[in-house]
T-cell receptor
Framework: DAGITQSPRHKVTETGTPVTLRCHQT?????MYWYRQDPGHGLRLIHY???????DKGEVSDGYSVSRSKTEDFLLTLESATSSQTSVYFC?????????????FGSGTQLSVL | AQKITQTQPGMFVQEKEAVTLDCTYD???????LFWYKQPSSGEMIFLIY??????QNATEGRYSLNFQKARKSANLVISASQLGDSAMYFC??????????????FGGGTRVLVKP
């Protein structure tokens, strides 16, 4: 157990509303990531963070913003949700040295935008 | 161009038989890592095995082995003696260590495996 908690686990929202997903870790890891998973696309990186207030874009960042004001929390915000953002969202943290510094994943958030 | 390609969207395998899942990758870096993750129907992502680009021997982890062919840029996962619990989606992923965003993993589209009793 890598100590990652995602909330909420499920959310249904309407087009045009803002949505914030939370990732909380208890391991004090520096690197945190947000991925989305869609059929046929595997997992695609939205944003990542390499420290408090240090974030960068991934390959599918349009329509998303992130914030990291504390080491343990990494927030993903959909500024104005669209149906194309219906997806499963995974938070991940990067492990220490060994096994390539693999990622540990949270349980995912199923988001439906109607 | 896709960095990670998994050409098999789905496959069946008979219980107790071995199965090979294909993965090819594209990078110009010399230093990179290759990963395989399993995602059962419950949805969690489970790390299976890792291969570094400088590792001379193929990685093994229990019933999982990685057939690393560097010149061909392939990193196939072999699951020996398949079990019903191996039914899942399998993702190949790569990290390029000298990229600016060298701490991210890039994933392939996945292969769904169904083990038949």
């Amino acid at each position: 157990d890598a100590g990652i908690t995602q909330s909420p686990r499920h959310k249904v929202t309407e087009t045009g509303t803002p949505v914030t997903l939370r990732c909380h870790q208890t391991e004090n890891h520096r690197y945190m990531y947000w991925y989305r998973q869609d059929p046929g696309h595997g997992l695609r990186l939205i944003h990542y963070s390499y420290g408090v207030k240090d974030t960068d874009k991934g390959e599918v960042s349009d329509g998303y913003s992130v914030s990291r004001s504390k080491t343990e929390d990494f927030l993903l915000t959909l500024e104005s949700a669209t149906s194309s953002q219906t997806s499963v969202y995974f938070c991940a943290i990067r492990g220490g040295q060994g096994e390539g510094e693999k990622l540990f994943f949270g349980s995912g958030t199923q988001l439906s935008v109607l | 161009a896709q960095k990670i390609t998994q050409t098999q969207p789905g496959m069946f395998v008979q219980e107790k038989e071995a199965v090979t899942l294909d993965c090819t990758y594209d990078t110009s870096d010399q230093s990179y890592g290759l990963f395989w993750y399993k995602q059962p129907s419950s949805g969690e992502m489970i790390f299976l095995i890792y291969q570094g680009s400088y590792d001379e021997q193929n990685a093994t982890e229990g019933r999982y082995s990685l057939n690393f062919q560097k010149a061909r840029k392939s990193a196939n996962l072999v699951i020996s003696a398949s079990q019903l619990g191996d039914s899942a989606m399998y993702f190949c992923a790569m990290r390029e260590y000298f990229k600016a965003a060298g701490n991210k993993l890039t994933f392939g589209g996945g292969t769904r495996v169904l083990v038949k009793p």
